[in-house]
């Protein structure tokens, strides 16, 4: 890796840093033996290749402590963590520690991946998954997941961020795992007993922007950001003006060193849609050309993208169905059909899908895409791509995730707002369709805690947070007052993080363990009856409504189809029945004496495979 610090083979370690804007450098040295208190040794770093300042110091080896001093052309200095830190153990405003990359026991050598047919995804955020918040705590929950019929963690960002809890997203050191969360070694053995038990293990990297607190490279390396470019966060990240070549090669290591160094098994890209990149090929196509020539040369590594333009040349395949790009794409479209469905909410986003539900929902599970180049009012504009090509696995489905809970004012999870006899219609269309399922951490158990927003800013910067929080909800009807305003917790409040962890003892009390059965049942019918048909899928399905009942059906590459029925209605119908087979699951599906068709009540479901 050229940014950093690395361990020579012959002892010693070299320090790299690039700062175009500085006029020297020097490595800032912790001699953390030295008594009575440890002292800083200074060594002058010498100017290489533009931009590059680089250091070797024969003594220093993993575990040394280190920052950067950098003085500017207005004559100020910064004393910084260095941005390609492998550790902060101290936090992100402290020194950085050199790793050994190497040095970790890796146990399960033989570690080749899964096929993304296999995946059933499960987003969790480390530090409220667990009561201790930990690598070592998660570790040890991970046979139950396995059991449950879980395939692929994809754990939220762990770039190092400020103070002791964070959603992640707001990370400004991309290299170094939060140390609230445990070492680096210990996140290896994290991922070393997930792969013991067949899980593959995905890492959510934010490439967007840096958070608010922690990025010094605003202030000695402006050339990181183009400012001619906006995003929800300032500056767009610079991928396509001048000096883009070193920033993209910050995050095309990025991803090596998560994927190679940790042995990640994939990557999702966070908001890819606000990326300013008009190279070609763009950074998206670059880091995963990059993880395909590297990594995936001998073992599967997938790229997963959230992109709500709803872009579908990155997923293309080749002739072969091999992804030429990304593996998959979280696929809004699936839950916002579903939420409306559920709910009956309309407000923001929802509106473009509040007129006609259900017609959304049998275009996305069937075809991927709900918009697919219509206009979409919300937006203004065009919306999407024709997706009916790309195989149902190319598409992420869930009914939540952590934006869906977290940015509700109350993180409130599915069951606090939804219909609950539509519940089990909706866990068979997303568990029980061709399209890759993925669970937020508690919903396989209906958990009760709530998913809030939370982080651990200094005062001045919490106080904007919680402030710009509550004006965000006051469009909403259900917040026009000061009381139900007030009510919103405080992102910044201990108390709030503490809130959002699981209660693991609900899993054996109704009505959650009623969930949980539902959820294990579900799985081991789809490990059953659908997983070994779907490596063959090339292409979507299709659907129709008759009588308020949704059809959808897809086409195994054994010749058989495999078909879903659905009822969100108010009202018991009846719709034709068409073709059958064998039953796979049903619920509220009644048979009609003397006629073909079947009688459904709210909620009902089923689903079949036949020829």
Same mark, same amino acid.
């Given at each position: 890796?050229?940014?950093?610090?690395?361990?020579?083979?012959?002892?010693?370690?070299?320090?790299?840093?690039?700062?175009?804007?500085?006029?020297?450098?020097?490595?800032?040295?912790?001699?953390?033996?030295?008594?009575?208190?440890?002292?800083?040794?200074?060594?002058?770093?010498?100017?290489?290749?533009?931009?590059?300042?680089?250091?070797?110091?024969?003594?220093?080896?993993?575990?040394? !402590?280190?920052?950067?001093?950098?003085?500017?052309?207005?004559?100020?200095?910064?004393?910084?963590?260095?941005?390609?830190?492998?550790?902060?153990?101290?936090?992100? %405003?402290?020194?950085?520690?050199?790793?050994?990359?190497?040095?970790?026991?890796?146990?399960?050598?033989?570690?080749?991946?899964?096929?993304?047919?296999?995946?059933?995804?499960?987003?969790?955020?480390?530090?409220?998954?667990?009561?201790?918040?930990?690598?070592?705590?998660?570790?040890?929950? @991970?046979?139950? *997941?396995?059991?449950?019929?879980?395939?692929?963690?994809?754990?939220?960002? *762990?770039?190092?961020?400020?103070?002791?809890?964070?959603?992640?997203?707001?990370?400004?050191?991309?290299?170094?795992?939060?140390?609230?969360?445990?070492?680096?070694?210990?996140?290896?053995?994290?991922?070393? !007993?997930?792969?013991?038990?067949?899980?593959?293990? @995905?890492?959510?990297?934010?490439?967007? %922007?840096?958070?608010?607190?922690?990025?010094?490279?605003?202030?000695?390396?402006?050339?990181?950001?183009?400012?001619?470019?906006?995003?929800?966060?300032?500056?767009?990240?610079?991928?396509?003006?001048?000096?883009?070549?070193?920033?993209?090669?910050?995050?095309?290591?990025?991803?090596?060193?998560?994927?190679?160094?940790?042995?990640?098994?994939?990557?999702?890209?966070?908001?890819?849609?606000?990326?300013?990149?008009?190279?070609?090929?763009?950074?998206?196509?670059?880091?995963?050309?990059?993880?395909?020539?590297?990594?995936?040369?001998?073992?599967?590594?997938?790229?997963?993208?959230?992109?709500?333009?709803?872009?579908?040349?990155?997923?293309?395949?080749?002739?072969?169905? !091999?992804?030429?790009?990304?593996?998959?794409?979280?696929?809004? &479209?699936?839950?916002?059909?579903?939420?409306?469905?559920?709910?009956?909410?309309?407000?923001?986003?929802?509106?473009?899908?509040?007129?006609?539900?259900?017609?959304? @929902?049998?275009?996305?599970?069937?075809?991927?895409?709900?918009?697919?180049?219509?206009?979409?009012?919300?937006?203004?504009?065009?919306?999407?791509?024709?997706?009916?090509?790309?195989?149902? $696995?190319?598409?992420?489905?869930?009914?939540?995730?952590?934006?869906?809970? $977290?940015?509700?004012?109350?993180?409130?999870?599915?069951?606090?707002?939804?219909?609950?006899?539509?519940?089990?219609?909706?866990?068979?269309?997303?568990?029980?369709?061709?399209?890759?399922?993925?669970?937020?951490?508690?919903?396989?158990?209906?958990?009760?805690?709530?998913?809030?927003?939370?982080?651990?800013?200094?005062?001045?910067?919490?106080?904007?947070?919680?402030?710009?929080?509550?004006?965000?909800?006051?469009?909403?009807?259900?917040?026009?007052?000061?009381?139900?305003?007030?009510?919103?917790? &405080?992102?910044?409040?201990?108390?709030?993080?503490?809130?959002?962890?699981?209660?693991?003892?609900?899993?054996?009390?109704?009505?959650?363990?009623?969930?949980?059965?539902?959820?294990?049942?579900?799985?081991?019918?789809?490990?059953?009856?659908?997983?070994?048909?779907?490596?063959?899928?090339?292409?979507?399905?299709?659907?129709?409504?008759?009588?308020?009942?949704?059809?959808?059906?897809?086409?195994?590459?054994?010749?058989?189809?495999?078909?879903?029925?659905?009822?969100?209605?108010?009202?018991?119908?009846?719709?034709?029945?068409?073709?059958?087979?064998?039953?796979?699951?049903?619920?509220?599906?009644?048979?009609?004496?003397?006629?073909?068709?079947?009688?459904?009540?709210?909620?009902?479901?089923?689903?079949?495979?036949?020829?």
């Amino acid at each position: 890796m050229p940014f950093g610090a690395q361990l020579l083979p012959r002892g010693g370690t070299r320090f790299r840093v690039w700062a175009p804007s500085v006029t020297c450098a020097e490595l800032q040295l912790l001699e953390t033996e030295a008594a009575p208190a440890p002292r800083t040794r200074s060594c002058p770093m010498r100017a290489t290749e533009p931009g590059w300042h680089e250091v070797t110091v024969p003594e220093a080896g993993a575990g040394s !402590r280190y920052k950067f001093l950098l003085h500017l052309e207005d004559g100020t200095a910064w004393s910084v963590p260095d941005p390609a830190s492998r550790s902060n153990p101290d936090g992100v %405003h402290e020194a950085s520690s050199v790793v050994d990359p190497r040095a970790h026991a890796w146990r399960e050598t033989v570690w080749r991946g899964r096929a993304w047919a296999d995946a059933v995804v499960y987003e969790l955020h480390v530090g409220t998954f667990t009561p201790q918040g930990t690598f070592a705590a998660a570790a040890a929950r @991970l046979p139950e *997941l396995a059991a449950l019929g879980v395939t692929a963690l994809q754990l939220m960002p *762990l770039a190092a961020f400020p103070g002791a809890r964070n959603w992640g997203y707001d990370g400004v050191l991309p290299f170094a795992p939060a140390a609230c969360y445990g070492t680096p070694d210990e996140l290896k053995t994290f991922i070393d !007993r997930a792969h013991a038990l067949g899980l593959m293990v @995905l890492l959510d990297v934010v490439y967007n %922007h840096f958070g608010p607190d922690g990025n010094y490279l605003h202030v000695y390396c402006p050339q990181f950001f183009n400012p001619a470019q906006r995003t929800p966060w300032g500056a767009a990240i610079n991928f396509d003006g001048p000096s883009s070549r070193t920033v993209r090669d910050y995050f095309v290591h990025n991803a090596l060193y998560w994927t190679e160094e940790y042995r990640f098994d994939g990557l999702r890209l966070d908001a890819m849609h606000a990326f300013r990149d008009s190279s070609r090929p763009d950074i998206v196509c670059e880091l995963a050309q990059a993880l395909r020539e590297g990594p995936g040369r001998d073992r599967q590594v997938h790229l997963v993208l959230e992109n709500n333009r709803n872009e579908a040349h990155y997923l293309a395949r080749d002739a072969r169905g !091999r992804a030429l790009h990304a593996t998959a794409q979280w696929d809004d &479209d699936v839950h916002h059909a579903l939420h409306v469905l559920l709910s009956g909410e309309g407000d923001g986003y929802y509106a473009d899908y509040a007129p006609d539900p259900l017609a959304r @929902l049998g275009r996305a599970l069937a075809e991927g895409f709900a918009y697919q180049g219509e206009h979409s009012a919300f937006r203004g504009k065009s919306r999407g791509a024709p997706s009916s090509q790309l195989p149902p $696995g190319a598409f992420v489905g869930f009914l939540q995730n952590h934006d869906m809970v $977290g940015n509700r004012a109350f993180g409130g999870r599915v069951d606090s707002f939804a219909d609950a006899r539509f519940l089990v219609a909706a866990y068979a269309c997303l568990l029980l369709t061709p399209l890759v399922p993925m669970l937020f951490m508690g919903e396989e158990f209906a958990a009760s805690t709530p998913f809030l927003f939370f982080c651990d800013f200094g005062p001045e910067l919490a106080a904007a947070v919680a402030a710009g929080r509550r004006r965000e909800f006051q469009r909403f009807a259900a917040f026009t007052d000061g009381a139900a305003i007030a009510r919103i917790p &405080d992102p910044n409040a201990a108390a709030t993080f503490e809130a959002s962890k699981l209660r693991w003892a609900e899993r054996s009390q109704s009505p959650h363990r009623e969930r949980l059965a539902l959820v294990r049942e579900l799985l081991a019918l789809r490990r059953l009856e659908l997983a070994p048909h779907l490596a063959g899928l090339r292409h979507g399905g299709r659907y129709r409504i008759e009588s308020t009942a949704l059809h959808v059906a897809w086409d195994l590459a054994d010749g058989s189809t495999w078909r879903l029925l659905a009822h969100f209605g108010q009202v018991t119908v009846e719709t034709a029945q068409g073709p059958v087979g064998d039953v796979i699951f049903s619920a509220g599906v009644h048979d009609v004496p003397r006629s073909p068709c079947v009688r459904l009540d709210p909620g009902a479901v089923r689903v079949s495979r036949g020829r």
